[in-house]
């Protein structure tokens, strides 16, 4: 077996199973889980019909690159988004459907680290609290996390010029998460322009996680994201700079398995021969599926809508007896919590059987600190009903401490 594998710590669902083992929560509770960030609004009925109208399709062998009327609707939909104006996104040469953000934030870096370059290890720079697949990404490329932790203080946004320059001469690849994955914030115009000077300076690629760039709350602020900056600096090609995005989250569509990586023409060229070899094309029917869902923002916006629903309601409930804001983005709650987070957790299940996330098993131990600690991670992902259910019950437990 690959040694590094033991370098990989458990995965948060792992460690939540085993912190809750062994509780019975109250039998006339109806279990409410807001611990896993899956999309449970219905998916959206003209996505399930083109898929099932092209399901001939699966007597074809894919083409890893994908059909090139998708290509053609992500790179509109891109363009749009994220007013690429100045520098053209070319459905040939910046855009490769993948199957999920998940697979393709993971193999990018088994594509672009290279162990040759010098002697000393790799470093890949991540935020902290983090997404754990960058993590181990890193590992099993031989690398090693460089975790910049992203605090209130700071506005929960990493700050790159806290990097020792050492570590960036180190760097081949940087992961972001904008809008920020437990914390819901977005990195600024001004973020993303020092970003980028630095990968120019230092020779690195920028993994720009998006995933959640379409659920916000203010239909005049979109988030910003890497490619729409790299566009108005005017970079050729958009040179060391890739973005993901996914339906997952966009269109309520976890299980179809579709997203895109966009961005350094160079790049993707060498990243489309590791998947050929790897082994991940859509098949034919998600493609059309993938193809309808990119072209339609009305559902888009519905989605929005629902989600505005559930914050609204349940912060109304939380605000006054939890240190809770709203996020900028995304679908997340990150509280600051009265007790331990495992302790938090543990009792709210056993008393209220609601589920949350510790926030420390999305981070990690720095000199700093574990800036999850004492967090807990809230997806309001559940009907609008079972969020309201879940948060009158987490306030109840709340104020039994005091």
């Not at 033991?6 to 199973?17: D, E, G, I, T």
């Not at 062994?22 to 039998?27: E, H, K």
């Not at 790299?230 to 993901?244: E, P, S, W």
Request: net charge neutral; glycine share 6%; charged share 20%.
């Amino acid at each position: 077996m690959n040694s590094r594998l033991a370098s990989l710590q458990p995965y948060p669902f792992q460690r939540l199973a085993q912190l809750i083992h062994g509780l019975t929560p109250p039998a006339g509770m109806t279990p409410i889980r807001l611990s896993m960030g899956e999309p449970q609004h219905a998916a959206p009925a003209f996505v399930l019909e083109a898929l099932k109208s092209n399901l001939s399709g699966l007597s074809n062998y894919p083409v890893t690159k994908g059909s090139a009327e998708l290509r053609q609707s992500i790179a509109g939909w891109a363009t749009q988004r994220f007013h690429l104006n100045k520098i053209a996104l070319d459905p040939e040469r910046h855009v490769l459907p993948v199957a999920g953000t998940r697979e393709a934030l993971f193999s990018i870096a088994q594509a672009v680290i290279d162990r040759r370059v010098n002697s000393q290890r790799p470093s890949v720079v991540m935020p902290n609290p983090f997404y754990q697949i960058y993590e181990g990404a890193a590992l099993l490329a031989g690398a090693r996390p460089y975790f910049m932790n992203a605090m209130e203080e700071n506005g929960y946004r990493a700050d790159f010029a806290q990097v020792p320059e050492e570590i960036w001469q180190k760097v081949p690849l940087a992961y972001i998460c904008s809008p920020g994955n437990p914390t819901g914030a977005v990195l600024t115009r001004d973020n993303l322009a020092n970003l980028i000077e630095l990968a120019h300076k230092y020779n690195f690629i920028i993994a720009s996680d998006e995933c959640y760039s379409e659920i916000y709350f203010d239909e005049a602020k979109p988030p910003l994201g890497l490619l729409q900056v790299a566009n108005d600096l005017g970079i050729r090609d958009y040179q060391h700079c890739l973005v993901f995005h996914s339906l997952s989250k966009r269109s309520s569509l976890p299980g179809l398995r579709s997203g895109f990586v966009a961005g350094d023409a160079a790049v993707l060229e060498q990243y489309h021969l590791f998947r050929t070899y790897q082994g991940c094309a859509l098949p034919p029917p998600t493609q059309s599926a993938s193809q309808a869902a990119w072209n339609d923002e009305a559902h888009v916006r519905t989605n929005r809508d629902l989600y505005r629903s559930k914050f609204d309601a349940v912060l109304k409930i939380l605000a006054p007896v939890l240190d809770v804001k709203r996020p900028e983005a995304g679908f997340y709650l990150w509280p600051r919590l009265p007790q331990d987070d495992e302790t938090f957790t543990r009792q709210l299940y056993a008393r209220e059987n609601v589920l949350v996330l510790p926030g420390s098993y999305l981070s990690r131990e720095t000199e700093a600190g574990n800036p999850g600690k004492n967090r807990v991670r809230m997806a309001l992902v559940t009907p609008l009903a079972e969020c309201v259910e879940a948060a009158q019950r987490i306030r109840n437990y709340v104020e039994s401490l005091k």
